[in-house]
């Protein structure tokens, strides 16, 4: 009689499975929220499953394979974007009745120096600005470096005009942060 | 149904401060303030002005209000280079102030909220010289992103990100036409209160 019971719930079980999800393991979503990611080239992974790269901008992924209840899943990076990094939370455990949709993908743009060299600066007074990052340079200084800049992003650095003393002239002073940081900067004085 | 339950239970809240302090139940208008940098910020209410000076973090009216009064708190006067409103907000630390105006003691204390913020001023110029149908590319630095203006004979007007009061800014030419050299006039500086209208760019055939 038990068994009976168990062999027909069993039966009802697997057919409602295979009907809800055509005949995939489970009928679970696994999936939560991306925050920060602005460059390309990650990619997530479940375990040992498919790989589901999840585009720049994303603020939201779930994986296309669905889960069985009681089930453990453990959500990886198999490949970390260009010129970021990012981190997982909630990312281990084992699923229950419901869709689980609470694992965090942190991501943080990665940031290069922006720097360079300084020639003929005999008098205080030199200002150099990107955008709104500001810097003082003192009489003598031979190098400079400004906050630094994230990967992707453009950079321009200019002089702040004084009517104490003449203009210095900057070469290679504008372009988009690469790979690599940026020390070819030339402030000529 | 509430009004009958809230009208006792206000009366017993003021019988219970009226015993409490002798009598005299009274409550300072005060909040607290976020963001204020400069000084000018006049608070007003009940025919009270209130000056606060520049990096104030709360205020206190002078004279508290009765139980009952009405209380209307105003930015009269904003401070130098920004612009502040009395309004509810969840304020850094988690705490809900209240907004500008209730009715002294309905609740316990009054707690209003002050949010300023630094004016933004905008960033703009006129772009001269640039060959029909070629682009060229200005950034401020690394705020803000890349504006692309794309020739038509004629001069044209580029915008950037506004800058707030005080910030540095400074225009570069990120990408110029292949045959022409672009450079900015007046493209760096320190924002004031007003937009800076000499910024331009001339583009000049390469020799």
Do not use: W
């Amino acid at each position: 009689m038990k068994n009976l019971t168990l062999r027909a719930s069993v039966a009802l079980a697997c057919a409602l499975s295979l009907a809800a999800c055509g005949g995939s393991s489970g009928n679970l979503l696994l999936g939560g929220s991306v925050v920060g990611l602005t460059k390309p080239g990650l990619v997530l992974q479940n375990r040992t499953g498919p790989l589901l790269p999840v585009a720049a901008g994303a603020t939201t992924f779930a994986f296309h394979e669905l889960i069985g209840n009681d089930q453990d899943f453990e959500v990886k990076i198999a490949t970390q974007p260009t010129g970021a990094d990012c981190v997982l939370a909630n990312n281990k455990g084992k699923s229950g009745a419901y869709n689980i949709t609470s694992v965090i993908v942190t991501c943080v743009t990665q940031t290069r120096k922006l720097g360079g060299t300084i020639t003929g600066l005999n008098v205080n007074g030199l200002v150099l600005v990107n955008g709104s990052d500001r810097l003082d340079v003192p009489a003598g200084a031979t190098s400079f470096e400004m906050r630094k800049v994230a990967d992707g992003a453009p950079y321009g650095i200019s002089e702040l005009p004084r009517p104490t003393r003449p203009a210095c002239g900057v070469q290679n002073g504008s372009g988009i942060m690469g790979t690599t940081d940026i020390g070819n900067v030339v402030i000529a004085c | 149904m509430t009004l009958t339950f809230t009208r006792p239970a206000l009366a017993l809240a003021l019988a219970l401060t009226l015993a409490a302090c002798g009598g005299k139940a009274t409550f300072p208008v005060a909040g607290a303030i976020e963001g204020l940098k400069y000084d000018g910020l006049v608070l007003s209410t009940n025919g009270m002005d209130l000056p606060v000076a520049a990096n104030a973090t709360s205020f206190s009216f002078p004279n508290p209000l009765s139980y009952g009064e009405v209380y209307n708190v105003i930015a009269k006067a904003p401070p130098a280079h920004q612009t502040c409103s009395v309004a509810s907000f969840q304020g850094r630390t988690g705490v809900l102030y209240n907004g500008p105006t209730d009715t002294a003691g309905r609740f316990g204390a009054i707690n209003i909220g002050v949010l300023c913020t630094t004016n933004v001023v905008v960033l703009s110029g006129t772009i001269k010289g640039l060959a029909s149908t070629t682009s060229l590319q200005l950034i401020n630095g690394s705020d803000g992103g890349i504006v692309t203006a794309v020739g038509t004979g004629a001069d044209l007007t580029f915008t950037l990100p506004s800058v707030a009061y005080g910030k540095t800014y400074g225009i570069t030419v990120l990408a110029e036409p292949a045959d022409q050299i672009c450079s900015v006039s007046n493209g760096t500086g320190e924002m004031t209160d007003t937009a800076p209208v000499n910024i331009e760019v001339t583009c000049v055939k390469k020799t």
